[in-house]
């Protein structure tokens, strides 16, 4: 056992006497790598970058396309040009009437409504396009004032197409109101036909 120790004890002195021995031959050597700079060329790559052509873009918006088909024009629809008051068609009566105001909004003469203003109905743009013709009748009131109250679809044909345009119409209407004793007053049941045709 004590020969084992001593031969340990001596391997490990000569290892470190010849470790000192590598270090100082090392020191002394004359080519240090420390102290020289690196050996060899050194190659700098630069790329070079190829001149771009700029494109120019045209930011104009293009033209929408034609439309396969131009609309026909609207046409005028026509008015039948009688009043129906309790199913009597009055038609073109020649009726003298004094339209001169006494005091304020009064009138000096007596005389049924008649009818001043009638605005053309807009056509039903899809009525229009499928060529569709027809007629409503309106039952309405013209007021004191000659104003069109209450206006009530009483029979149209085809059933819902021009019944809001006529209705919308009907209200633009304008009257002489009916005049009983010097006094304008309301007349109910008024109708009146607004027919849909279509011009060639």
Do not use: C, H, W
């Amino acid at each position: 056992m004590a020969a084992r120790y001593a031969f340990g004890v001596l391997l490990g002195a000569f290892a470190t006497f010849l470790l000192f021995l590598i270090m100082q031959s090392v020191i002394k050597s004359d080519k240090s790598g420390l102290t020289e700079g690196a050996q060899g060329r050194i190659v700098d790559f630069v790329r070079l970058q190829d001149d771009e052509e700029i494109e120019i873009k045209n930011r104009k918006p293009e033209p929408p396309p034609p439309p396969d088909e131009q609309p026909p024009d609207a046409p005028k629809p026509q008015f039948d040009s009688s009043d129906v008051s309790q199913g009597v068609d009055i038609g073109l009566v020649d009726v003298n009437i004094d339209l001169n105001v006494g005091g304020i909004g009064g009138f000096s003469s007596d005389g049924d409504y008649l009818p001043i203003v009638k605005v053309a109905p807009v056509y039903p743009r899809r009525a229009q396009t499928r060529g569709i013709e027809g007629y409503v009748i309106l039952e309405f009131i013209v007021t004191r004032t000659g104003a069109v109250a209450n206006p009530v679809v009483i029979e149209s044909k085809p059933p819902g197409i021009f019944d809001r345009a006529a209705l919308n119409a009907a209200l633009k209407f304008k009257y002489k109101p009916k005049v009983v004793n010097g006094e304008a007053i309301d007349v109910a049941g008024v109708r009146n036909k607004i027919t849909f045709e279509l011009q060639d």
